[in-house]
């Protein structure tokens, strides 16, 4: 008896949601309106840092865990590592540039955390600073579980958290009174 010919298995090709391609949009970084043309894929943090040279947002885990990569979109924290660039088409983004640039003094959470010790490698600082002023800028003063429940988006393997805690309590004290 003849054997017959191998049945070739399928091969299966996921559907890309779609198709990659380049995207002109248009967006505020810290105050500045800029367009440009983005990747499909290209990730906010990688946006923000390689194309427009803005390195003070940092990258940790490139997962959505750390917090590192933390940055205001339109005003509310987001991870830069989970967004993608041709999503923020329209929004206004604040990086941690934004905040005292030049000689401008501090603000309240920078000094907050400069007085508190609230850092000592400064890696995941960019990140804690932006989520805390987002919590200064609120209409009322946050809860300590809103406050805790922000923070716990947040990893530092240096501090052990409680001279950040102090930091962004002092901040919230300032803004809203103790
Ligand atoms: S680098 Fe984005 S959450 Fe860690
Ligand atoms: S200060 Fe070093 S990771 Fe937070």
Known sequence: MTPSAPVPLPVRT????EPSGWHRVALTVNGERITAEVESRLLLSDFLRDRLGLTGTHVGCEHGVCGACTVLLDDEPARTCLTLAVQCDGVAIRTVESLAPDDAPLTPVQRA????????????????????????ELPERPGTEDVADALSGHLCRCTGYRNIRR????????????
Do not use: I, K, W
């Open 14 to 17: 996921p559907p890309l949601a």
């Open 167 to 178: 930091a962004v309590c002092q901040a919230l004290d300032e803004r809203f009174g103790e």
């Open 113 to 136: 955390f400069h007085e508190c010790h609230g850092m000592q490698c400064g890696f995941c600082t960019p990140g804690f600073v932006m989520t805390a002023t987002a919590l200064t």
